[in-house]
C-alpha cells in the first residue's frame, strides 16, 4: 500500500539531499506541517506523497443536541485544531463494509474507518497546495450505502492519486443517515424545529457545500467549479441534490456512478414509517417528541428493522421529485455524466446469496421474485423467456443476474438520462458510461459489479485487491478514467487529449451513445444503445423508486 512506502521514499530523498541541495524545498514542504485557516479556525494537516490532508474538519455542529433538526455551522475554536484523523461516523448499524465474503475472499471493499458519533459532520480534504490561487477544480465525494449506512472515511476515497492526477482538489463528506437523517416527523410534530426532519441529512450535505464556497479557496480550490460525484447512494444524493433549491448554485457539475433517485417518499409513506419505528420503540405517537432524547444506540437497533428511510418529497426542503416528472430544471444548465456497471447485482444480490451463483433453470422463475416490485406485471416465466431469447448462451445464473440487474438497477440511470435528453438545455451536457471491467477476484464470477468503477474513478486500483485483485489492465484504465473525472471537473466535457478517451458524444435518444470502460478484450469505445434489446422490454413496465 501506498502508506506503507513513505518510510523509504523519505529515506531516499533523505539521501538524494546529501548529493545535492536542489531537493531542499520539496523535502521542506513535506516534513513541515501544513496550516490552513477556514472560517472556524485554523487546522492543521499533513504531507502524503506530496499531497496535504486535512481529515475530520468540522463543518457543522455536534447533531445529538439538535437531533433531527437542521444542521449549525460549528462553533469557531482558538489555536490550530489537529486534522489528520477521519471524524465520526454517522450512526448506523456495524458491518465489516464487504460484499461477497469476508476479507480473505470474495470481492470486497475495504471497511469503514473512525468511530460512530452524532458528532458526524466532517469533511476530509486532499489537496497539491494551500493559497496558491491556483483555483484547482473541487471534486466532492458522496459516499455510498443507500441513505442509511457508509461513511466518507474509507481508504477506498484516498484522495492522494486522484489530486496527483489531475491537480484538482478532493473533499469527502460524512454526514447523518438513516433515521437520524430522514425520519419524517412532520406528521406527528407540531414542533417548528422538527418541520425539515426528513431531509436533514440532505441539509447536511447542502451545509457541508456552503463549507465548500466559504473556504476550498484557502485549500487551492475554486468554488466556481465544485464537481460532486457519488456511488450509489451517493449517486442517488447527487441526483436528489439537483432538484433542491437549497443546493442551487453550490455544485457546477454531477457524476453519478449506479445511483439514481427519480423520486422521493410522499409524506404519507414517511409517516408510516416513522409510526412503525415508534412502535418498535413501544412509544405512543403522542411521545413522538421522545426520540429527541432515546439512547443513539436504541434508535440505530430499532432502524434496522423499520426499514426504508430516505428523502420526503415534504414542500419545504424538498418540494418535488428529483427526476420527476422530468429531470429537475433548475439543473438543467449543468453538466452530468451518469453510468451502471454491466453487472450491478452479481454483488447487490450475490455477494449475500451464494446460492444465486449455481441456480437451476427450474429454481430461476421463483428466485427472480426477490426483484418482484420492480418486475410489475411481468411473469418471471416471461422475463426468463425473453433472457434466453436475447442471450441463448446465457446459463441460468448468468440470466438472473442480468435481468435483475436492468430491471433493478439500470432502469434508474435510463429514465434519468432520457429525461436529461428531451431537456433541450441539459441534453448538450448528458453524457453516459457502463463500466464492463471485469473482477478477477474469485475466478471472475463478478463480473462487472456495483461498486466497481470507485476504484477507477479514485485511481486507487492499488488499494483495493479485494476489487480489482492484481490484473494488470486495472491501472492503465485507472489512469483515464480518473483524469477524465479531472477534465471534466475542469472543463465541464469529458473529451480532451490529455486521457486517451475516445470521442464522447452526447446521449440522445436516437443514438444513445454510451461509453464502455474497459480494458480486457473490448478496449474503452463508445457504443451506441448498448443491450437495446434489454432497455426495450424493462421499458414495458412502470418503474417504482425503491422506498418511496
Not at 548529493?19 to 514542504?29: D, E, K, S, V
Not at 422521493?264 to 412509544?283: C, D, G, M, V, Y
Not at 413522538?288 to 434508535?299: F, S
Request: charged share 20%; proline share 9%.
Amino acid at each position: 500500500m501506498r502508506n506503507s512506502s513513505i518510510p523509504r521514499r523519505r529515506f531516499l530523498q533523505g539521501s538524494a539531499l546529501c548529493a545535492g541541495a536542489a531537493l531542499m524545498p520539496r523535502l521542506f514542504a513535506e516534513a513541515s506541517t501544513p496550516i490552513a485557516t477556514t472560517t472556524y479556525g485554523k487546522i492543521s494537516g499533513a504531507v502524503d506523497s506530496g499531497v496535504m490532508v486535512f481529515k475530520g474538519i468540522p463543518y457543522g455542529a455536534d447533531t445529538a443536541a439538535r437531533r433531527f433538526q437542521t444542521p449549525l455551522p460549528p462553533a469557531p475554536w482558538t489555536g490550530v485544531r489537529v486534522a489528520t484523523e477521519f471524524g465520526p461516523r454517522a450512526p448506523q448499524p456495524v458491518g465489516r463494509g464487504t460484499m461477497g465474503g469476508g476479507p480473505e475472499r470474495g470481492y470486497h471493499l475495504p471497511p469503514e474507518l473512525g468511530d460512530i458519533s452524532e458528532d458526524c459532520l466532517h469533511l476530509n480534504v486532499w489537496t497539491p497546495a494551500l493559497r496558491d490561487h491556483r483555483k484547482r477544480p473541487v471534486l466532492f465525494y458522496i459516499h455510498g450505502g443507500a441513505f442509511s449506512g457508509g461513511s466518507g472515511n474509507n481508504v477506498l476515497y484516498d484522495g492522494v492519486h486522484l489530486a496527483q492526477r489531475g491537480d484538482v482538489v478532493v473533499v469527502t463528506v460524512n454526514h447523518r443517515l438513516n433515521v437520524f437523517g430522514y425520519l419524517y416527523l412532520a406528521g406527528l410534530s407540531n414542533s417548528p424545529d422538527l418541520a425539515d426532519a426528513g431531509n436533514v441529512g440532505m441539509l447536511d450535505l447542502v451545509l457541508a457545500l456552503q463549507w465548500v464556497r466559504d473556504n476550498i479557496a484557502e485549500f487551492g480550490g475554486d468554488p466556481q467549479r465544485v464537481l460532486i460525484f457519488g456511488q450509489s447512494g451517493g449517486g442517488a444524493k447527487c441526483a436528489t441534490l439537483m432538484g433542491m433549491p437549497a443546493a442551487h448554485g453550490l455544485f457546477h457539475r454531477v457524476v453519478s456512478m449506479s445511483g439514481q433517485q427519480i423520486t422521493a417518499a410522499r409524506p404519507e409513506s414517511a409517516n408510516a414509517r416513522t409510526l412503525a419505528l415508534l412502535k418498535l420503540l413501544n412509544l405512543s405517537p403522542a411521545r413522538v417528541e421522545d426520540l429527541r432524547t432515546l439512547p443513539m444506540d436504541k434508535l440505530v437497533n430499532a432502524f434496522r428493522s423499520a426499514g426504508y428511510f430516505g428523502p420526503v418529497k415534504d414542500g419545504r426542503s424538498m418540494p418535488r421529485d428529483p427526476f420527476d416528472p422530468d429531470a429537475p430544471p433548475i439543473s438543467a444548465h449543468v453538466p452530468m455524466i451518469m453510468g451502471n456497471a454491466h453487472d450491478e447485482t452479481r454483488v447487490l444480490i450475490g455477494g449475500g446469496d451464494p446460492s444465486t451463483f449455481s441456480l437451476t433453470w427450474d429454481a430461476l422463475p421463483a428466485k427472480l421474485e426477490i426483484v418482484r416490485p420492480f418486475l410489475g406485471d411481468l411473469k418471471a416465466e416471461d422475463v426468463v423467456a425473453k433472457y434466453r431469447s436475447i442471450y441463448p448462451a446465457y446459463s441460468a445464473s448468468d440470466v438472473f443476474f442480468a435481468a435483475t440487474t436492468a430491471f433493478r438497477s439500470w432502469r434508474g440511470e435510463l429514465i434519468e438520462s432520457e429525461r436529461r435528453a428531451v431537456q433541450p438545455e441539459a441534453a448538450a451536457r448528458t453524457w453516459v458510461y457502463q463500466i464492463d471491467w471485469r473482477s478477477p477476484v474469485d475466478g471472475g464470477k463478478f463480473g462487472a459489479p456495483h461498486t466497481m468503477d470507485i476504484p477507477f474513478m479514485f485511481n486507487n486500483t492499488t488499494l483495493a485487491p479485494g476489487m480489482c485483485g492484481d490484473d494488470p489492465t486495472a491501472p492503465p484504465l485507472a489512469k483515464m478514467m480518473s483524469g477524465m473525472l479531472s477534465a471534466f471537473a475542469q472543463t465541464g466535457n469529458p473529451n480532451t487529449r490529455q486521457t486517451g478517451l475516445p470521442h464522447w458524444p452526447v446521449y440522445d435518444l436516437k443514438a444513445r451513445a454510451t461509453m464502455l470502460f474497459d480494458n480486457h478484450e473490448q478496449k474503452t469505445h463508445v457504443q451506441n444503445d448498448p443491450r437495446g434489446d434489454e432497455r426495450r422490454f424493462v421499458e414495458t413496465v412502470p418503474y417504482t423508486q425503491p422506498g418511496t
